[in-house]
């Protein structure tokens, strides 16, 4: 069965630094790879994905994520925090032998950006 | 519409008591899922459907839980006999079958408290 695990519950860093959010999974065939943000009182918005092609793919709002296979991880990052960037980040994965195309979500990760 | 809909938005009911909640997906959309998220939990996969047929309803956590789609759009889930550990957000997605891979897009939410 697919998973996706993020170890950090809290990532923080100061503005204009640049910031990492992890995500590593586990799935049986090939995957897709998604990042979502939370803001406060809103639904989920995606950010980014990665399907094929590209090991680096970039995203809304100056977000990037890198696909590793070998380490089974995809790493949000960013080069320049923001305050604005504060909320929480979901990692989501989607196993392409699933004929239900479901996405399994991680447990998300709080970003807080200090000013 | 242009959005994922859902309603109501918030929701109170007495710890035993049934509940229904309400989503309306984007118009064309065939692919409808719902999750669930507790307080300091990841999103919960609960049910996906197809049309209107429900192929994986491998993540509802009870048979107290039940969800309809009809017209192959609007969908409802169904709880019922309330308790307090369904307090939750239950959140809808929905998306083109076809473009499984720009993955979902999410309704706001709604928020229920079992008291």
């Known amino acids: 069965a697919q998973s996706v695990a993020q170890p950090e519950d809290q990532v923080n860093v100061a503005e204009g630094n640049p910031l990492t959010v992890k995500c590593t999974y586990s799935?049986?065939?090939?995957?897709?790879l998604f990042w979502y943000v939370q803001y406060p009182n809103r639904g989920l918005q995606f950010l980014l994905k990665?399907?094929?092609?590209?090991?680096l793919v970039k995203g809304s709002y100056g977000f990037e994520a890198e696909f590793n296979k070998s380490q089974t991880s995809f790493h949000l990052k960013k080069p320049s925090a923001l305050v604005s960037d504060s909320a929480l980040y979901f990692c989501?994965?989607?196993?392409?032998?699933?004929?239900?195309?479901?996405?399994?979500f991680g447990s998300g990760t709080r970003l807080l950006v200090r000013p | 519409g242009a959005g994922v809909s859902q309603s109501p938005s918030n929701k109170v009911t007495e710890k035993g008591k049934d509940v229904e909640l309400r989503c309306d997906p984007i118009?064309?959309?065939?692919?409808l899922y719902w999750y669930r998220q507790s307080l300091g939990q990841g999103l919960e996969f609960l049910i996906y459907?197809?049309?209107?047929?429900?192929?994986?309803k491998s993540g509802l956590p009870s048979d107290r839980f039940s969800a309809e789609r009809t017209g192959g759009s609007v969908s409802t889930l169904t709880i019922q006999r309330t308790q307090q550990e369904d307090s939750a957000v239950y959140l809808c997605?929905?998306?083109?079958?076809?473009?499984?891979?720009?993955?979902?897009?999410f309704g706001s939410g709604t928020r229920l408290t079992v008291v």
């Open positions: 997605a929905s998306s083109l079958e076809r473009t499984q891979d720009y993955g979902y897009t």
């Open positions: 799935v049986s065939g090939n995957p897709y």
């Open positions: 990665y399907i094929t092609g590209d090991n």
């Open positions: 989501a994965v989607r196993d392409t032998t699933d004929s239900s195309y479901k996405l399994i």
């Open positions: 118009s064309g959309h065939t692919a």
């Open positions: 459907f197809q049309g209107n047929s429900a192929p994986d």
